[in-house]
């Protein structure tokens, strides 16, 4: 009982867009100094670990380490300048939608011009070729009055200004 260590394995699901695992202070510490004992033991004499990184003690006992890992600061100085590169990439992007947006809001505004004018033009055709149906529009006027009774007997003049009406669409609108 209790004479074999046993391993725990777990998996962490890292949700962190710049994949570094944040701990805290005493985790932090509790890992410097297991590495500090681990060193220690590698550096006695007889004393081989695998995956061991060699250190070289320096004067007052200060222990020089190689730098084959990130410190925290160049992980920081990492993050800074990919958000930089980010915030850079959508500052010129959102510039790019913009121009874009411009230039069909100008087109939009362009075409609605033309389409108003052409409007416009057709309605003072309209307007001109409605006095030109003014003399049929009367005859049926009074043919009706005439004839409350019987409207059948106002067949010409009906005739006579659905022609007129027709033949003022056909010059306003012509067929294409």
Same mark, same amino acid.
């Given at each position: ?97 913009? $121009? /874009?947006?411009?230039? *069909?809001? #100008?087109?939009? !505004?362009?075409?609605?011009?033309? &389409? @108003?004018?052409?409007? +416009? ?24 009055? $005439? /004839?409350?009774?019987? *409207?059948? #007997?106002?067949? !010409?003049?009906?005739?006579?200004? &659905? @022609?007129?009406?027709? +033949? ?9």
């Amino acid at each position: 009982m209790g004479s074999s260590q046993s391993t725990h394995k777990f998996t962490i699901v890292n949700d962190s867009i710049d994949n570094i695992v944040r701990i805290s202070d005493d985790v932090a510490k509790r890992l410097y100094q297991n590495h500090v004992e681990y060193s220690n033991k590698a550096n006695e004499p007889n004393n081989i670990v695998p995956g061991h990184v060699p250190t070289t003690k320096l004067q007052n006992d200060e222990v020089y380490y190689p730098l084959y890992t990130l410190t925290a600061l160049e992980v920081l100085q990492q993050n800074q300048i990919q958000l930089e590169n980010q915030e850079t990439y959508w500052i010129n992007r959102l510039n790019e939608l913009k $121009k /874009n947006h411009e230039m *069909i809001d #100008n087109q939009l !505004v362009n075409e609605f011009k033309k &389409a @108003k004018n052409i409007f +416009e033009y057709k309605m003072a055709k309209i307007k001109n070729s409605s006095q030109m149906c003014l003399k049929y529009e009367e005859s049926l006027k009074d043919c009706y009055s $005439k /004839n409350q009774n019987k *409207i059948l #007997n106002c067949s !010409v003049e009906l005739t006579n200004y &659905a @022609k007129c009406v027709n +033949e003022c669409r056909e010059k306003v609108m012509p067929i294409q």
